[in-house]
Antibody, heavy 118, light 110 residues
Framework: EVQLVESGGGLVQPGESLRLSCAAS????????MHWVRQAPGKGLVWVSR????????NYADSVQGRFTISRDNAKNTLYLQMNSLRAEDTAVYYC???????????WGQGTLVTVSS | QSALTQPPSASGSPGQSVTISCTGS?????????VAWYQQHLGKAPKLIIY???KRPSGVPDRFSGSKSGNTASLTVSGLQAEDEADYYC??????????FGGGTRLAVL
C-alpha cells in the first residue's frame, strides 16, 4: 500500500524558515517524480514544486521560486521542502504527492499545516 | 500563471448527471492530453478520479467520466449519489514543465 506521511509543519513568524518532510513507503520511491502541492485555508489546490527521481531536476511555481527548495533522499525514502523567507500568504496545508504521469499526481499524503503569522 | 477556470459550484439530485468544466489555454489543457480530476471531501486529501483526460484509476466507479474539447476539459458524474458531494479540481500539465490546478468546484447533491 502506497503511503505518504508529511511532517514538519507548524507556526512560524514572517521571514523565518521551515523544512517539511514526507516519508514514503509501499512503492519504489527512487523511481518516481514527486510533488509538493499546497492548499490555503478554504482555498483551492496550488502546485508548488516537483523533483525528478534522482533529484537533479526541479521545477517551482513562480510564487516560491528562489525561496523554496525541493530535495529528496532516496536512501531514506524521504522528500523534503525547505521553505525560507516565509510570508503570510504561504500559510497552507502542504501535501506531498507521487507523480503518475506528466505532473498529474496519483497518491497524496494527508498534509501538514504551515501557519505564517506574527 | 492563473488557475484553470472552473465554476465555483454545481448541483444535482440523486440519480441525475452533472458536468463540471475546466477551461485553460493552448499552453495547458488544449495543448496536452494530460488532464486529471481530483475529488476532495472536507478535511481529506485529494483523490485521483480521472487522468489523461478520460482514464479511470482502478476502483473509481464508471459513473465518473472525463472528456476534452479544445481548451476545455469536462468531468461528468452520472447517477449522482450522496457520497459524491465534495470539491472537484482539475489539473493540467503545462508547457513550462509545471502543473496548474483549477479553482475547484463544490458539488452539492440535493
Amino acid at each position: 500500500e502506497v503511503q505518504l506521511v508529511e511532517s514538519g509543519g507548524g507556526l512560524v513568524q514572517p521571514g523565518e524558515s521551515l523544512r517539511l518532510s514526507c516519508a514514503a513507503s509501499g512503492f519504489t520511491f527512487s523511481g518516481y517524480w514527486m510533488h509538493w502541492v499546497r492548499q490555503a485555508p478554504g482555498k483551492g489546490l496550488v502546485w508548488v514544486s516537483r523533483i525528478n527521481p534522482d533529484g537533479f531536476i526541479t521545477n517551482y511555481a513562480d510564487s516560491v521560486q528562489g525561496r523554496f527548495t525541493i530535495s529528496r533522499d532516496n536512501a531514506k525514502n524521504t522528500l523534503y521542502l525547505q521553505m525560507n523567507s516565509l510570508r503570510a500568504e504561504d500559510t497552507a496545508v502542504y501535501y506531498c504527492a507521487r507523480d503518475l504521469i506528466y505532473n498529474l499526481p496519483d497518491y497524496w499524503g494527508q498534509g501538514t499545516l504551515v501557519t505564517v503569522s506574527s | 500563471q492563473s488557475a484553470l477556470t472552473q465554476p465555483p459550484s454545481a448541483s444535482g439530485s440523486p440519480g441525475q448527471s452533472v458536468t463540471i468544466s475546466c477551461t485553460g489555454s493552448s499552453s495547458d489543457v488544449g495543448g496536452y492530453n494530460y488532464v486529471a480530476w481530483y475529488q476532495q471531501h472536507l478535511g481529506k486529501a485529494p483523490k485521483l478520479i480521472i487522468y489523461e483526460v478520460s482514464k479511470r484509476p482502478s476502483g473509481v466507479p464508471d459513473r465518473f467520466s472525463g472528456s476534452k474539447s479544445g481548451n476545455t476539459a469536462s468531468l461528468t458524474v452520472s447517477g449522482l449519489q450522496a457520497e459524491d458531494e465534495a470539491d472537484y479540481y482539475c489539473c493540467s500539465f503545462t508547457g513550462n514543465n509545471k502543473a496548474l490546478f483549477g479553482g475547484g468546484t463544490r458539488l452539492a447533491v440535493l
